[in-house]
């Protein structure tokens, strides 16, 4: 094992750091989009409707009109124009659901909304809400899980002859893989409080894309730009679901301006299954072929997602296939199919969690086949560019992953017969799963003020949905001016700072590295320029900045003056620098390189025959996600991404009643997610190779990439403990009845 190769040793950069926000939230002095409380504010509740497929005949809105406090019912006949996005461009504005409000009469989903009541309070709104009677004119709808995957789906990536070396090979896999519906469940609800001030519109937002979410209403809305700010400074996460702009926010942006008051909306538990996104359910078909020695010689994964009618949500779970393994003939392809549910949307690691659900699980029954061991099976095939481009890795360390997790785990004890393993009275099941993430960043501008009070001032107009945007922006400022962490101000969350980067793809961290790390050089740069009075015959150029000192590059720091004081001789407020930085699908960068992250899981079942009892004891996980900067949030993030990972592999699914095509499962108590007492022990290592071919501190990602691969290796695990290779998520206890 290497040991990893430090860029220069760091106060800041990968220290475990305390979220610098955590104490605002755990006091309740964070303000989330839900606590904002405006004067003269309305609250409107919309109306879903109750078919999954037809037509509105009628909307009565005489005794909903009627009930105390009711201001406005809003409805096609008159939320006035919208507009819908041309292009849907992922720089300007992107949504997934592109039909605006009550654009027609058409049904095409159960819960899709067809009027919003407003009205002076919650309850009022909510029971006039439920007195709008809606007729409609039903037609049939289609909401099964039955997809058909086929051979003529569209060629996501191709090389060599697959099929025609898997007719050749002497050991083969042909299995169809699903995963179901899952909804993100994140605890805040999607929330939108809009005021429209007479002149311009503020909307507080659970947003995880504050600039897009500025684009889409600019564009939906017909306004300009100038006249639209977004804020959204805390979220209690989104895990994608809050990454683009829901109809919600929109009727809440026309209350507004009808009404000339603030006028707040909350999305209920039970919408958020139906109007804000979930992962779409997945069929895949993976063929894999070997020969006897375990070189796989074919690879194909065919794959199709369920779609909305009106729109067209693409699930890649092709994405990690074409680089994950070496083989000479691979052929992915991939499709939608329409069913009648609201848009899909990105949910945690899209594409390649379902995606590696199949690939990884396949590669565990092809293990099997061969009487190789799982883990060496991977070895064998780990290739030495990414052959589906030819291109370099930029840093990739899989096998590393794999041996380190191994040797973690206790691997080589394992016995591969099913149910061979047993300790007090238990069967125990061990399986592996290996993951991949892309490498991704986008464009980031950011601004950052050395104050003459001794403080600074970070901002950036990113988000931080929880897992530690604030911190890392702090430690950046910290890392090149040596000013203590207490000191630091962080903006971020609102349009009208510098643009920022999404919180999404697992990118944000890596796309704020350069933007804030220019800003903060531009700005000591300025006060070195400033600070050369204070050195007898000193250039700009002998100076530096260390712990929040300015000194001659030769001198200690403490030799030197503290910077409050170069600013204050100098008469300044504030020595600032700005910067921006460039990124997105069409980074030039990925012309040279393949940029990934990867990890691999390793996990062990308890197994009760007597009373079917199935728990994950256990989970090592090891990631390759380049340099970590907070190794604290860090280890929360991939923690949190494995304890998902046994709710995907157990529980979650989302049932839609083939009756009336609604979600069924639609609250806390039916929708079944792990929770603290589902927890395995966690075993989480990070190998901290930087990436510096990706930015000069060499972090890539880390949120998505450990959701990745963890249910692989938890079916894998069932089947060694019972024998029962479930290929259709989640594990039901009645598939494990034999
Ligand atoms: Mo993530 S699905 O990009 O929030």
Redesign the pocket.
């Known amino acids: 094992m290497s040991t990893a190769p430090d860029i220069k040793p760091s106060k800041f950069i990968g220290r475990p750091q305390s979220r610098i926000d955590g104490p605002l939230k755990v006091s309740g002095r964070a303000t989330y989009t839900s606590d904002v409380d405006l004067p003269g504010m309305l609250y409107a509740v919309p109306v879903c409707s109750t078919i999954a497929s037809g037509k509105i005949t009628s909307l009565e809105f005489a005794a909903a009109q009627a009930m105390p406090g009711v201001k406005l019912i809003l409805h096609r006949g008159n939320i006035g124009k919208l507009y819908r996005i041309p292009g849907n461009s992922f720089e300007d504005g992107y949504v997934d659901e592109q039909r605006p409000p009550f654009e027609d009469d058409i049904i095409r989903y159960y819960g899709q909304y067809v009027a919003c009541v407003i009205a002076e309070t919650f309850e009022a709104a909510s029971a006039a809400a439920a007195a709008v009677k809606v007729s409609y004119e039903v037609s049939e709808h289609d909401v099964s899980t039955t997809l058909g995957v086929h051979d003529d789906l569209k060629v996501a990536s191709e090389r060599g002859d697959a099929a025609n070396a898997f007719e050749q090979a002497p050991v083969k896999i042909d299995e169809l893989y699903s995963t179901p519906v899952e909804t993100h469940n994140p605890i805040e609800l999607h929330a939108t409080v809009a005021h429209w001030d007479g002149d311009s519109y503020t909307f507080y937002e659970t947003s995880?894309a504050i600039s897009n979410h500025r684009g889409t209403l600019v564009q939906m809305l017909g306004v300009p730009k100038e006249k639209v700010r977004v804020i959204s400074r805390y979220l209690g996460s989104?895990?994608?679901g809050k990454?683009w702009m829901w109809p919600h926010s929109l009727l809440a942006g026309i209350a507004t301006k009808q009404m000339e008051r603030p006028v707040k909306l909350v999305v209920s538990r039970k919408m958020m299954f139906q109007n804000v996104g979930h992962r779409p359910t997945t069929e895949q078909r993976v063929r894999l072929a070997a020969n006897a020695d375990g070189k796989l010689v074919s690879l194909r994964h065919d794959f199709l997602n369920h779609s909305a009618i009106a729109d067209d949500y693409a699930e890649d779970c092709g994405e990690a296939t074409p680089s994950m393994y070496s083989t000479k003939n691979l052929r992915v392809t991939g499709g939608t199919v329409k069913r009648n549910v609201g848009s899909p949307t990105?949910?945690?690691?899209?594409g390649a969690v379902p995606g590696l659900f199949a690939i990884e699980s396949a590669m565990d029954e092809l293990a099997i086949a061969l009487e190789i061991d799982p883990v060496q099976l991977r070895l064998l095939n780990e290739p030495k560019v990414d052959e589906s481009s030819g291109l370099p890795f930029s840093s990739r360390h899989l096998v590393e992953c794999l041996q380190t997790g191994a040797e973690k785990f206790g691997w080589s004890k394992r016995t591969p017969e099913v149910g061979s393993m047993k300790r007090d009275g238990l069967t125990l099941g061990w399986g592996v799963g290996a993951c991949s993430w892309p490498g991704l960043r986008f464009s980031a501008e950011a601004s950052v003020d050395l104050r003459a009070d001794g403080t600074a001032r970070v901002a950036c107009g990113t988000q931080d949905i929880g897992t530690g945007t604030y911190t890392i922006l702090a430690q950046l400022v910290a890392e090149h001016t040596g000013i203590a962490l207490d000191k630091i101000e962080v903006g971020l969350g609102d349009t009208a700072l510098p643009i920022g980067p999404i919180?999404?793809?697992?990118a944000a961290t890596a796309s704020v590295i350069p933007a804030v790390s220019d800003a903060t050089r531009a700005a000591v740069k300025m006060l070195l320029s400033r600070a050369v009075s204070a050195f007898e015959g000193a250039k700009e150029e002998d100076l530096a900045m260390t712990s929040g000192f300015v000194h001659r590059k030769q001198d200690a720091p403490e030799r030197g003056v503290p910077y409050a004081q170069i600013l204050e001789a100098a008469n300044m407020h504030a020595a600032s620098g700005s910067a921006s930085a460039k990124g997105g699908f069409n980074d030039p960068l990925k012309k040279k390189w393949s940029i990934h992250s990867y990890g691999a899981h390793f996990a062990e079942v308890t197994w009760e025959p007597e009373t079917a009892r199935l728990r994950v004891s256990r989970v090592v996980t090891v990631i390759d996600g380049g340099k970590i900067l907070n190794p604290r949030a860090g280890r929360n993030q991939v923690e949190g991404a494995v304890m998902m990972g046994v709710g995907m592999a157990l529980f979650e699914h989302t049932t839609y009643d083939p009756r009336t095509g609604a979600p069924i499962n639609s609250n806390f108590a039916d929708y079944v997610m792990a929770t603290h007492a589902d927890a395995p022990k966690l075993d989480v290592t990070f190998l901290d190779h930087p990436d510096t071919v990706f930015n000069e501190l060499g972090a890539r990602g880390i949120?998505?990439i450990g959701l990745a691969g963890i249910a692989a290796a938890i079916t894998g695990a069932v089947h060694h403990a019972t024998g029962v290779r479930v290929r259709k998520l989640p594990v039901m206890i009645e598939d494990l009845l034999g």
Do not use: C, I, K, T
Request: hydrophobic share 25%.
């Open positions: 995880q989104g895990f994608g990454l990105s949910m945690r690691g899209p919180s999404g793809g697992s949120a998505e």
